[in-house]
């Protein structure tokens, strides 16, 4: 792993508490949940930190033999692969946010100092963060080739090109509905959300319900074989 420079960045908080809180509203009315979510829930709390992930830039040069068989002798014919990975690591117990990862680093930069909103400390080391990340990469690599070349024999090499701290802005809006609590993690730089809890619609999981075991029920009496079912979570 060659050696390289650690850099900062710090992302722009473009929702205010009112913008965030519409986001919220907005995602209530999105997908099965309670029906009656947008009048019925009630925000208790909507507050903003800055937190730390790990992002990193990796290059993978990767060497697969694809000889040819040819009476007993093998023509050596290798392709290589150039393939660039981008990975983010939370920097810190990010429990409270619901968000180990991101799913892409796009907006604003500003300077490291600009900052008003609450800011939690890295507590995973980036030799930690890197260790981790090194073999996400080699797992990720191993997979592409895997669907294309199967089982060749290959050689994969993997350098670490970048390595940066990221401050990224992060909405906590917590609710209620019918006494319970609820929260949801709302992306600071493109109001999308990204975690969240929510109630459920009590008609759309007994549908739900109803139409897996139709299908038991007709896989059954034609003989097709047996159906399986995973339990989830209720809330």
Known sequence: MTSHPQQKLRFKNTLDRAEAVEVLK??????????GLEKSGTVTACTTHYVPFWSTKWGATAY????????????????????PLEKTDAACDAGEFEV?????????????????????DATVS????????????????????????????????TDLLESTLVSYPLWVA????????YQATIDGVTGEVLAGRAPGDLLTRCCTGAGVLLVCAVGAASG???????????S
């Open 26 to 35: 907005d995602w209530w009315q999105d997908g099965p949940k309670a029906r």
């Open 64 to 83: 697969v033999d694809v000889s040819l068989v040819e009476s007993f002798r093998r023509s050596p014919v290798k392709v290589v692969y150039e393939i």
């Open 100 to 120: 180990s990862f991101l799913p892409s680093l796009r907006g604003e930069a500003v300077p490291d100092n600009w900052c008003v909103e609450p800011e939690l």
């Open 126 to 157: 980036e030799e930690e963060a890197l260790a981790r990340q090194k073999k996400m990469v080699e797992e990720s690599v191993a997979g592409m080739l895997k669907e294309k070349h199967r089982d060749s024999p290959r050689e994969v090499y």
């Open 174 to 181: 917590r609710y209620t509905y019918r006494g319970r609590p």
């Open 224 to 234: 097709s074989g047996s159906c399986a079912l995973s339990a989830g979570s209720v």
